[in-house]
Nanobody
Framework: QVQLVESGGGLVQAGGSLRLSCAVS????????ISWYRQAPGKQRELVAA???????NYADFVKGRFTISRDNANNTVYLQMNSLQPEDTAVYYC???????????WGQGTQVTVSS
């Protein structure tokens, strides 16, 4: 089992920044990739950024150049640094961990990000 706890969401003005954290615990050795997803009201959940156990990163086109995913192995935490936030970035942001071997996804409870214009 893997547990994910997100934090760092909040209310920010357009153009501002936030850093989200995803604290990972449990069977960390089994995780192959950790991703950030977001879901806005009335919309489907969408991938924002991902980082693999090997350190490779991947970003959605709509956040390239603005968001950065990183990890702190010593503290078992994955971060999402979000800069130049826009109202369309308003959503609940979820942390996701993938175990490729078992084909299991783990999800955190989500953290709300609200960007005012």
């Amino acid at each position: 089992q893997v547990q994910l706890v997100e934090s760092g969401g909040g209310l920010v003005q357009a153009g501002g920044s936030l850093r989200l954290s995803c604290a990972v615990s449990g069977a960390i050795f089994s995780i192959n990739a950790i991703s950030w997803y977001r879901q806005a009201p009335g919309k489907q959940r969408e991938l924002v950024a991902a980082i693999t156990s090997g350190g490779s990163t991947n970003y959605a086109d709509f956040v390239k150049g603005r968001f950065t995913i990183s990890r702190d192995n010593a503290n078992n935490t994955v971060y999402l640094q979000m800069n130049s936030l826009q109202p369309e970035d308003t959503a609940v942001y979820y942390c996701n961990a993938e175990d490729y071997g078992l084909g299991i996804d783990y999800w955190g409870q989500g953290t709300q990000v609200t960007v005012s214009s």
